[in-house]
């Protein structure tokens, strides 16, 4: 069975940074990229960028590029989105998700809840 | 990248079909067969329904179909069930790399 696993929430104040991550098992984690989708409160879904865990090519959404890093550990199949300086418009839910040359985006990780506040 | 334009709400009673468009440019939902559509309830992850503009995953009932004309693609939803009752969001690849989604669509069965 495929599953992604995210890590639990977060709470942290601006200007911090954070690593979140996003376990893959039930498949060959270096074979399929895995993308970061934004979902801020009461709002809808957001492309940031996508990795290949294979050898860690990343792509950014223009609206993400230099906001966040991906990257990936194949060794422990997990994905990781990360931030150098947090700030309150970071509030929101993260979600990784599999993309499947043949089925597009296919399975979702339950999110991360990060929350940014003073 | 823009959002795909999707109607903020539907609603429809058990039973009958509903329709959720979303529209696009010709450099994602008519430049390419990779439209998708996702259910989310709320609280939950999204949950994929629709892949390749019509092909539906396993597990998925087939009152759940998808469509495309142009720049626009379609989920119908034929026989509505209270448990249908979620957000729904569709999604194009955009090349490069790039997907892109709708602003959500609020199914509310009446």
């Known amino acids: 069975e495929v599953q992604l696993v995210q890590s639990g929430a977060e709470v942290k104040k601006p200007g911090e940074s954070l690593k979140i991550s996003c376990k893959g098992s039930?498949?060959?984690?270096?074979?399929?990229?895995i993308g970061w989708v934004r979902q801020m409160p009461g709002k809808g879904l957001e492309w940031m960028g996508i990795?290949?865990?294979?050898?860690?090519?990343?792509r950014y959404s223009p609206s993400f590029q230099g906001q966040v890093t991906i990257s990936a550990d194949k060794s422990i199949s997990t994905a990781y989105l990360q931030w150098s300086s947090l700030k309150a418009s970071d509030t929101a839910m993260y979600y990784c998700?599999?993309?499947?040359?043949?089925?597009?985006?296919?399975?979702w990780g339950q999110g991360t809840l990060v929350t940014v506040s003073s | 990248q823009s959002a795909l334009t999707q109607p903020r709400s539907v609603s429809g009673s058990p039973g009958q079909s509903v329709t959720i468009s979303c529209t696009g440019t010709?450099?994602?939902?008519?430049?390419?067969?990779?439209v998708s559509w996702y259910q989310q309830h709320p609280g939950k992850a999204p949950k994929l329904m629709i892949y390749d503009v019509s092909k539906r995953p396993s597990g998925v009932p087939d009152r759940f179909s998808g469509s495309k004309s142009g720049n626009t693609a379609s989920l119908t939803i034929s026989g509505l069930q209270a448990e249908d009752e979620a957000d729904y969001y569709c999604?194009?690849?955009?090349?490069?790399?790039?997907?892109?989604f709708g602003g959500g669509t609020k199914l509310t069965v009446l």
């Open positions: 010709s450099s994602d939902v008519g430049g390419y067969n990779y």
């Open positions: 990795i290949y865990p294979g050898d860690s090519d990343t």
């Open positions: 039930g498949y060959s984690f270096t074979s399929y990229w």
């Open positions: 998700a599999r993309r499947d040359v043949n089925r597009g985006i296919d399975y």
């Open positions: 999604c194009s690849y955009a090349g490069s790399y790039i997907w892109v």
